[in-house]
C-alpha cells in the first residue's frame, strides 16, 4: 500500500477555483491508478475522477465533467485535481485513492490505499 495525504482544501465562492494535491510516499507511485472521491455529510461516497499510471487516460463523474481535471506527476510522486466553476453542491470531504486494478473503476471498493481527506466548501 501507499501513504497518501490530501491537502487544497479550503472556503470558496461559488464559481471559484481550488486546486487539491495528494502527495505519497514511497517510489511506486506510478505503479498505481489514482482518483479522487467525496463524501458530503449524510450521503455516500463518490467518485469524482480517475486517471492511469501514465496520466494518458482519465474518467470523470458526470457532475464534474468539463468544470474538474485530474492530473499527476509521476516524477514529483503527486496527484492533482484541479476544480474550476465551484458549486455549492460541491462541498464535500474529497479524498484521494490508489489502486493496483485495471482499467479506470469508478467503484471505491476497486481502491486499496486512501488519504484522511480534506474539506472543500463552496458557498453560495
Known amino acids: 500500500q501507499v501513504q497518501l495525504v490530501e491537502s487544497g482544501g479550503g472556503l470558496v465562492q461559488a464559481g471559484g477555483s481550488l486546486r487539491l494535491s495528494c502527495a505519497t510516499s514511497g517510489r511506486t507511485f506510478s505503479t498505481y491508478i489514482m482518483g479522487w472521491f467525496r463524501q458530503a455529510p449524510g450521503k455516500e461516497r463518490e467518485f469524482v475522477a480517475a486517471?492511469?499510471?501514465?496520466?494518458?487516460?482519465?474518467r470523470y463523474a458526470d457532475s464534474v465533467k468539463g468544470r474538474f481535471t485530474i492530473s499527476r506527476d509521476n516524477a514529483k510522486i503527486t496527484l492533482y485535481l484541479q476544480m474550476d466553476r465551484l458549486k455549492p453542491e460541491d462541498t464535500a470531504v474529497y479524498y484521494c485513492?490508489?489502486?493496483?486494478?485495471?482499467?479506470?473503476?469508478?467503484?471505491?471498493?476497486?481502491?486499496?490505499?486512501w488519504g484522511p481527506g480534506t474539506q472543500v466548501t463552496v458557498s453560495s
Open positions: 486517471i492511469s499510471r501514465n496520466g494518458g487516460s482519465s
Open positions: 485513492a490508489a489502486g493496483s486494478m485495471y482499467g479506470l473503476p469508478n467503484n471505491a471498493a476497486e481502491f486499496s490505499s
